[in-house]
């Protein structure tokens, strides 16, 4: 019954691979978003869905692609693999304006 | 492009409230305050927002200044649990704006 859920939780995989990761939630909100927490701990936005559709696109490179088969869902795709990309990501999704949001627990990315 | 400034670290004792302080002098009168924190290996976790109004629920206690610059998280009775990094985050109340996090303040509880 977990509110924000991420697969997977763990991931490592070379440069150059493609890889996703999936989150799905079941509280029935509006919007969902990608947040990156790099190995300083800051968290930064990616990117942010309202009912399947972008609604933010941070500066990210346009090897992530987000998608969003319905509200209920939103994936992260990245390709070729960089060393850099190793972090933390984060899901979360939120009712809508004047809400906090919910995470997930995050998925850490090591890319070797 | 934080709007907020915290200290980096705290320290307070098991038992004891636990005062966070943040500052957001250019607040305007449409953005909220919203407090998030974050415990090792965790994702971030909702805590409290409010506008104008003090605010409190299960877990803490926001109080905001009348000229709304700045803002304490009170938890009342802080455990060993509560140590983590809290984030106080500005959000303006209209559509399509994200949660951007600051460094925080590194709170740690001791016995």
């Known amino acids: 019954d977990t509110a924000v859920s991420q697969t997977p939780k763990y991931l490592v995989t070379q440069m150059g691979n493609d890889k996703s990761i999936k989150c799905e939630q079941n509280?029935?909100?509006?919007?969902m978003y990608w947040y990156k927490q790099d190995s300083k701990k800051f968290l930064k936005i990616m990117f942010s869905?309202?009912?399947?559709?972008?609604?933010i696109n941070e500066t990210v490179p346009n090897r992530f692609s987000p998608k969003s088969p319905d509200k209920a869902h939103l994936n992260l795709h990245i390709n070729s693999l960089e060393l850099g990309d190793s972090a933390v990501y984060f899901c979360?999704?939120?009712?809508?304006?004047?809400?906090?949001?919910?995470f997930g627990s995050g998925t850490r990315l090591t890319v070797v | 492009d934080a709007k907020t400034t915290q200290p980096t670290s705290m320290d307070c004792a098991e038992g004891r409230a636990a005062n966070l302080p943040c500052n957001h002098s250019?607040?305007?009168?449409?953005?909220?305050v919203y407090w998030y924190r974050q415990i090792h290996s965790q994702g971030p976790q909702y805590i409290i927002h409010g506008l104008k109004n003090n605010e409190t629920n299960e877990m803490a206690s926001l109080i905001i200044t009348e000229d709304r610059k700045s803002s304490t998280l009170i938890l009342p009775h802080a455990t060993l649990r509560d140590t983590a990094v809290y984030y106080c985050i500005v959000r303006p109340s209209w559509e399509n704006n994200d949660m951007r996090f600051g460094a925080g303040t590194r709170l740690t509880v001791k016995p």
């Open positions: 250019t607040i305007s009168g449409n953005e909220y």
């Open positions: 979360a999704s939120s009712p809508g304006v004047g809400y906090g949001y919910t």
């Open positions: 869905y309202n009912n399947k559709e972008l609604i």
């Open positions: 509280l029935g909100h509006d919007t």
